[in-house]
């Protein structure tokens, strides 16, 4: 393997680490049932309002910087 080519699956490895260490502290979390909305470590938990279990998650680095 050339070294261009082990610096770009090392360049790859490095983004894909960040990503998957962003995805576990920032999760935006929108109740369907009341419409309360957070911010959460987690998917898959319950409303913090409601308890309702009907709640939508996006990752936060999805959402533009400016």
Not at 39 to 59: F, H, M, R, W
Request: aromatic share 10%.
């Amino acid at each position: 393997m050339s070294q261009e080519r082990r610096r770009e699956k090392i360049d790859l490895e490095d983004y894909q680490a960040k990503i998957a260490e962003s995805n576990r502290h920032n999760v935006f979390s929108h109740c369907r049932v009341c419409h309360y909305e957070w911010v959460t470590s987690a998917a898959g938990e319950s409303c913090p309002s409601c308890q309702s279990k009907n709640v939508q998650y996006i990752l936060c680095w999805q959402f533009p910087d400016d």
